[in-house]
Nanobody
């Protein structure tokens, strides 16, 4: 079984910073692309940032220059450093990972989601 746990959210004033973490554990063979998504109240979930296992990153335009995604492959953990936060960044942030598990001689890749962590930015 695989578990994905995201954490690090909280309440912060505009201009402040938060660091989110996402840890994968369980019967893991490999962790491929990991990503952060957010969903504000009444809105659809959107991709914030992604990172491949080789370190290639991609960002939502509105967070470029403010957010930094990173990962520690030795710990199967991903981070999102969020600086210069704005009220419009308020949302539930979920991590997602494409994880391979081995059953017999076959590797199966599935996507897993964390339960989410609330980020609230006050003006």
């Amino acid at each position: 079984q695989v578990h994905l746990v995201d954490s690090g959210g909280g309440l912060v004033q505009a201009g402040g910073s938060l660091r989110l973490s996402c840890a994968a554990s369980g019967n893991i063979f490999s962790v491929n692309t990991m990503s952060w998504h957010r969903q504000a109240s009444g809105n659809q979930r959107e991709l914030v940032a992604s990172i491949t296992n080789g370190g290639t990153t991609n960002y939502l335009d509105s967070v470029k220059g403010r957010f930094t995604i990173s990962r520690d492959n030795s710990k199967n953990t991903m981070y999102l450093q969020m600086n210069s936060l704005k009220p419009e960044d308020t949302a539930v942030y979920h991590c997602k990972a494409i994880i391979g598990t081995q059953r017999g001689t076959t590797t199966y890749y599935d996507q897993y989601w964390g339960r989410g962590t609330q980020v609230t930015v006050s003006s």
